[in-house]
């Protein structure tokens, strides 16, 4: 979904139709640990394929949680929200997005 789709205000406006303890599940792609260039060949190969795909930086994807308490470990890397025991995480380009869990007071 494109920036021009208020993106942020439609998550919020959802939320705000939800009772209090309500939680917001999210993971979104970004560009943030990739040289600019990878970043575009994949945003090209997803919409010649017709999947529309609008990376975020991490500042950006964080406005999806505004006015919701973010749970632990917060706003991170898709591969370090809560990895198993003993499991070695993958390199954060590897991933390639961010996640996290946030619960409306």
Known sequence: MS???D???IVAHLMDALPPGSHLALTHVTGDFLPAATTARGIALYRARGIPVQPRTRAS???FFDGLELLEPGLVPVQRWRPAPGVVPVADA???GYGA???KA
Do not use: F, K, M, Q
Request: hydrophobic share 40%.
């Open 3 to 5: 920036d021009e789709d």
């Open 7 to 9: 993106p942020h205000g």
């Open 61 to 63: 994807i964080a406005r």
């Open 94 to 96: 590897a991933a390639g």
């Open 101 to 103: 869990v946030a619960r």
